[in-house]
T-cell receptor, first 112, second 115 residues
Framework: SQQGEEDPQALSIQEGENATMNCSYK?????LQWYRQNSGRGLVHLIL?????REKHSGRLRVTLDTSKKSSSLLITASRAADTASYFC????????????FGAGTTVTVRA | EAGVAQSPRYKIIEKRQSVAFWCNPI?????LYWYQQILGQGPKLLIQ????????DSQLPKDRFSAERLKGVDSTLKIQPAKLEDSAVYLC?????????????FGNGTRLTVT
């Protein structure tokens, strides 16, 4: 079963706008990662946030983590056409198996 | 550094046939993963290797799927016999560590169509 669930399933925005997507998970985690997948390609790692961190930035990306609510958000600021992709969160459950489980993803379309 | 290499890129087979996928991870990466991604879904872990040992294969349909990692480097994933529901993209990934705190590096996948 999938640990993380992204919301919304799909998002369409205008170039220059911000895009926000959320990830909720069920059990305690050690780490949460966000990945991007362009059509027909493999996933590309964006950001890793540990369970004791609340916020991380990387360029135009901002990730927050709220362990009390078991949720994370990914914000893409000043979106570009090249940001059009599917975005996935992945978590490793706070057990001894460290298996990464991916959600179903949010599909983001940036209109020019 | 060279990325994760996978081949073939596409494969079309009939049900009950067999198929094999190949993966060459990033040099020095101890952990190798095979994921299955069905259209519209997130990747699902099939098997995880640490060097040449299996760490997790709990979601691998062992009656038809098999995987090996020779000498802790390259890996092959085989399906025999294939079913229609095996149509998916098979993604190989590698990472330095395997504890969930290492980013995964993915190949571009093999798109399998079973007719």
């Amino acid at each position: 079963s999938q640990q993380g669930e992204e919301d919304p399933q799909a998002l369409s925005i205008q170039e220059g706008e911000n895009a926000t997507m959320n990830c909720s998970y069920k059990t305690s985690i050690n780490n949460l990662q966000w990945y991007r997948q362009n059509s027909g390609r493999g996933l590309v790692h964006l950001i890793l946030i540990r369970s004791n961190e609340r916020e991380k930035h990387s360029g135009r990306l901002r990730v927050t983590l709220d362990t009390s609510k078991k949720s994370s958000s990914l914000l893409i600021t000043a979106s570009r056409a090249a940001d059009t992709a599917s975005y996935f969160c992945a978590t490793d459950a706070d057990r001894n198996d460290y298996k990464l489980s991916f959600g179903a993803g949010t599909t983001v379309t940036v209109r020019a | 550094e060279a990325g994760v290499a996978q081949s073939p890129r596409y494969k079309i087979i009939e049900k009950r046939q067999s198929v094999a996928f190949w993966c060459n991870p990033i040099s020095g990466h101890a952990t190798l993963y095979w994921y299955q991604q069905i259209l519209g879904q997130g990747p699902k872990l099939l098997i995880q290797f640490q060097n040449n040992g299996v760490v997790d294969d709990s979601q691998l349909p062992k009656d038809r799927f098999s995987a090996e990692r020779l000498k802790g480097v390259d890996s092959t994933l085989k399906i025999q016999p294939a079913k229609l529901e095996d149509s998916a993209v098979y993604l190989c990934a590698s990472s330095l560590g395997g504890l969930g705190n290492s980013p995964l590096h993915f190949g571009n996948g093999t798109r399998l169509t079973v007719t």
